[in-house]
């Protein structure tokens, strides 16, 4: 154990700051600081020079190298560590005192041993490294619905990541300073060793400690950590909700707007749904789309008793492959200046370039080597962009507003290549609560591990829910209560395959017309037919004009396959007996009445 060391640049206001709230914040810096043994300390500040301070340090040290800066000003490419591309989901605790606050749908070690056990990577690890203090706030900065936090890392990579991302800095530190409450979060790369690698939860304590990783989801502890798995604690104690949702405004000819809440696992295309360009017929009759978040939404009940979401995110860590012009012109347009990306490819002029860009061929790998095509992909396929939402041409004018903007419709959605249609309509809030909680995907790169397992992902936030799913379930139903004005609930499937493995529907921008229908079963104005499984529009019900799809493309689209949905039924029981006593009777019972209209 080493000679405690005396920081005395910790405390930021000086003696001032005694008894003030601050207090509690700089005790735990210093805590650190002890812990850790920086060389130095720096409060982030969130300004311009800060941020061209850190630039130029990781320039100097190699870890961000500078791209072409007359194609893509301000722009840097960072080459991760090999091993450490993806969130480690069997490497990340959610620690409560008592297991089963937790759930089966995490893992768990307990407070203390989970603290030991973290706490002896972290001794002396930041030594000879800077540790800055990043306060943030994830939200706008004026919203009653935003929530501080303060991460503390010795990776200038993550401050600047977290100052696209977050709300960063000396306005964050002041509303800290009035509210006294913040979520602790203490970060270091360590070793960028798998083998010492925890991502760990501490929401009895608002407390994340994360060691070992440097990518997004493991590092940026604003992102995952604390707007999802601290958050839904939280929520579920205030009686709001932190889900893994877009939230995308649809402008219709005559003006009005409706905002839908949507929830896919990673890389199933929220981002591309939240920045959808309307085909060509729509945009001409006036359909207008508007990005308000791409990932995360916290919604809460208002006055009116209708759903109000914020983006507590100000950035968007977006999936670089498969995005172009045609996909996502409206992400492509927003990563042409001032953006960071994370283990992409380069072209001979040094542009950063991945799979489905376009048709150029790439010069240097993800890892810097020269492209084979025989070593795999150019650039990693959980690459990724950093930019400011504010850089989208589609980011909405009500997308800072400190109420939020009010949900029309929620929609949950995965990859399945059978059975599931392209759209219907739970029937009321306790089925939604089911579709949602009965969500399969099949497994993507976003996280290490096998690609294309089909696994119950409720609400897309299996690798996110910071408690008991079955608690969680409760949750979602206790908002149907008297004076409640709720958002109907859907299921969208846009990844649909026909005998021939290929996609049934373009996707993309023509997702439009299926958010069309949705609006117009808000309005009571559209069409569906009633099924066990919920409302189906038919073909007919939705605006197809201008696509072709062949006779199985709509049978499957439009099709509801008893018998398969009756299997599938019993794969939703087994899944929520999973869950055991803990889970309340409404969702088995919920189960059990379709599955007694499927026989
Ligand atoms: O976890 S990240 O935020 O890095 C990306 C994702 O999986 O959604
Ligand atoms: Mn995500």
């Excluded at 903007?405 to 089911?434: K, N």
Aim: hydrophobic share 40%; proline share 7%.
């Amino acid at each position: 154990m080493s000679a405690a060391i005396d920081y005395p640049d910790t405390r930021i206001g000086g003696s001032e700051t005694k008894g003030s709230q601050l207090d509690a914040l700089n005790q735990w810096v210093l805590q650190v600081a002890q812990l850790t043994e920086p060389a130095a300390i720096h409060w982030c500040d969130g300004s311009d020079s800060e941020y061209a301070a850190l630039l130029e340090t990781m320039q100097a040290d190699g870890s961000l190298l500078p791209l072409n800066t007359d194609t893509h000003p301000n722009s840097w490419l960072h080459r991760s560590d090999p091993d450490d591309v993806a969130r480690v989901e069997h490497l990340t605790f959610v620690c409560t005192s008592d297991r089963d606050d937790a759930g089966p749908n995490n893992h768990w070690m307990a407070p203390a041993e989970a603290h030991a056990k973290i706490d002896a990577l972290f001794a002396g690890c930041m030594r000879g490294r800077t540790m800055y203090v990043i306060p943030y706030c994830m939200g706008p900065i004026d919203s009653p619905l935003a929530r501080c936090g303060v991460e503390i890392t010795d990776s200038p990579y993550v401050v600047a990541n977290m100052r696209i991302m977050t709300r960063m800095g000396a306005a964050a530190l002041a509303r800290i300073e009035r509210e006294g409450a913040f979520v602790k979060g203490l970060h270091s790369i360590g070793e960028l060793d798998p083998e010492r690698r925890f991502i760990m939860h501490f929401p009895e304590e608002l407390t994340i400690k994360s060691y070992g990783s440097g990518y997004g989801g493991n590092a940026l502890l604003g992102k995952k950590c604390h707007a999802l798995r601290i958050a839904s604690y939280q929520a579920r104690q205030e009686g709001w909700l932190a889900e893994h949702m877009l939230i995308v405004g649809i402008e219709n000819p005559q003006g009005e707007t409706h905002y839908i809440a949507a929830a896919f696992p990673s890389a199933c295309g929220k981002t591309n749904l939240a920045m959808l360009i309307p085909p060509e017929s729509y945009r001409e009759a006036g359909w207008k789309v508007w990005t308000v978040g791409d990932d995360i939404c916290w919604m809460r009940p208002g006055a009116d008793g209708r759903l109000y979401a914020i983006n507590p995110e100000a950035g968007f860590f977006g999936v670089a492959p498969g995005t172009s012009a045609r996909s996502n012109p409206n992400a492509l347009a927003s990563i042409q200046r001032d953006t960071i990306f994370t283990n992409v490819a380069t072209t001979a002029d040094n542009q950063p370039w991945w799979e489905g860009l376009d048709e150029r061929t790439p010069v240097k790998d993800w890892r810097g080597r020269d492209h084979d095509p025989a070593k795999g992909p150019a650039a990693h396929p959980n690459s990724r962009f950093t930019v400011s939402a504010r850089q989208c041409p589609s980011y909405s004018p009500h997308a800072e507003d400190p109420q939020g903007v009010p949900i029309s419709a929620i929609v949950f959605g995965g990859r399945r290549a059978s059975l599931v249609p392209l759209v219907f309509e739970a029937r009321d809030w306790t089925h939604g609560v089911l579709v949602g909680a009965s969500m399969g995907s099949e497994t993507t790169a976003a996280a290490t591990g096998a690609v294309g397992v089909m696994r119950r992902d409720p609400m897309a936030m299996k690798p996110f829910c910071g408690y008991n799913f079955a608690d969680y379930f409760a949750h979602w139903l206790s908002f149907d209560k008297p004076g409640a004005n709720l958002p109907k609930i859907f299921h969208v499937n846009w990844f649909r395959k026909g005998d021939d493995g290929k996609f049934l529907w373009p996707g993309f921008g023509d997702n439009l017309r299926v958010l069309e229908w949705m609006i117009g079963r808000v309005k009571g104005e559209a069409e569906a037919v009633d099924t066990p499984i919920g409302a189906l529009p038919r073909a007919a019900d939705l605006n197809l004009e201008n696509v072709s799809l062949s006779p199985e493309a709509r049978e499957k689209l439009f099709g509801f396959d008893r018998d398969g949905w009756r299997a599938e039924f019993e794969g939703i029981a087994a899944y929520l007996g999973e869950f055991g006593g803990r889970m309340a009777p409404t969702l088995p019972a919920e189960q059990k009445r379709i599955a007694t209209t499927l026989q």
